[in-house]
Antibody
Framework: EVQLVESGGGLIQPGGSLRLSCAASGFTFSKYAMSWVRQAPGKGLEWVSGISTTGGSTFYADSVKGRFTISRDNSKNSLYLRINSLRAEDAALYYC???????????????WGQGALVTVSS | EIVLTQSPGTLSLSPGERATLSCRASQSVSSSSLAWYQQKPGQAPRLLIYGASIRATGIPDRFSGSGSGTDFTLTISRLEPEDFAVYYCQQYGSSPLFTFGPGTKVDIK
């Protein structure tokens, strides 16, 4: 059974930093790209960042570029998101998602964690 | 940047009725890049459809996807009580890499 378990969320002051983690199990982690998707309270889904199987390629939404850093440790089956210079608009539930590809060009998220809540307040 | 628009914003229907949800892209997209998700309150999204029309593992056949170019549709043939939720379409492209629509809420009439 595929499981994705996020941790590291909390209440952070504006301008602060934190690192989210995602522990993966139930699949060969090193064979799949991974992503982070966030959802502000009462709002829709927003893709934030993605990373290739080896970590050699990383991708970011313009809204977080330069402030967020995605990384992974395949030896630990873990995905990370470092968030710096937190803003009020970064407050959201951050989901870790397994990025799958079908037939070479159909990309989607087939498994999601339950999310880590990031609250930004002074 | 491709923008996805979903309509209607809210769809009020009764169990047993047919639901038709629309996702429109601001420019033509590859059918293979279009996916649909279901999200219930307090839960993570769940993949329903990928490649515009391929049901994900374990998804009942009352869910179907269709469309091409800029217009895509998710159809629920007969609504079950557990189908009342928010539905999002998602597109994979260039920049940003993934885009989600704003969602359609299907609620009980």
């Amino acid at each position: 059974e595929v499981q994705l378990v996020e941790s590291g969320g909390g209440l952070i002051q504006p301008g602060g930093s934190l690192r989210l983690s995602c522990a993966a199990s139930g699949f060969t982690f090193s064979k799949y790209a991974m992503s982070w998707v966030r959802q502000a309270p009462g709002k829709g889904l927003e893709w934030v960042s993605g990373i290739s199987t080896t970590g050699g390629s990383t991708f970011y939404a313009d809204s977080v570029k330069g402030r967020f850093t995605i990384s992974r440790d395949n030896s630990k089956n873990s995905l990370y998101l470092r968030i710096n210079s937190l803003r009020a608009e970064d407050a959201a539930l951050y989901y870790c998602a397994k990025w799958s590809r079908y037939d070479g060009n159909s990309d989607f998220f087939d498994y999601w964690g339950q999310g880590a809540l990031v609250t930004v307040s002074s | 940047e491709i923008v996805l628009t979903q309509s209607p914003g809210t769809l009020s229907l009764s169990p047993g009725e047919r639901a038709t949800l629309s996702c429109r892209a601001s420019q033509s997209v590859s059918s293979s890049s279009l996916a649909w998700y279901q999200q219930k309150p307090g839960q993570a999204p769940r993949l329903l459809i990928y490649g515009a029309s391929i049901r994900a593992t374990g998804i009942p056949d009352r869910f179907s996807g269709s469309g091409s170019g800029t217009d895509f549709t998710l159809t629920i043939s007969r609504l079950e009580p557990e189908d009342f939720a928010v539905y999002y379409c998602q597109q994979y492209g260039s920049s940003p890499l993934f885009t989600f629509g704003p969602g359609t809420k299907v609620d009980i009439k």
